[in-house]
């Protein structure tokens, strides 16, 4: 970096340069993968529609 303005900050206790050096690789690894994204559920089959494999009374109608 050419500039002197401070990219990361230390909120408390005091940091190394080695301790910065390795978040700073850690947070490019990060940014440098994009984020995967989730696969989309399994559509559901017809198969819960079809009431045939359920109880039905004598009585009911179909």
Do not use: I, K, T
């Amino acid at each position: 970096m050419e500039s002197s303005e401070a990219v990361l900050r230390v909120e408390r206790g005091v940091a190394s340069e080695e301790e910065l050096a390795a978040l700073a690789v850690v947070l490019l690894a990060l940014w440098s993968h994009p984020p995967v994204e989730p696969e989309p559920p399994p559509a559901l089959g017809w198969s819960w529609w079809d009431g045939s494999a359920g109880y039905a009374p004598p009585e009911s109608w179909r």
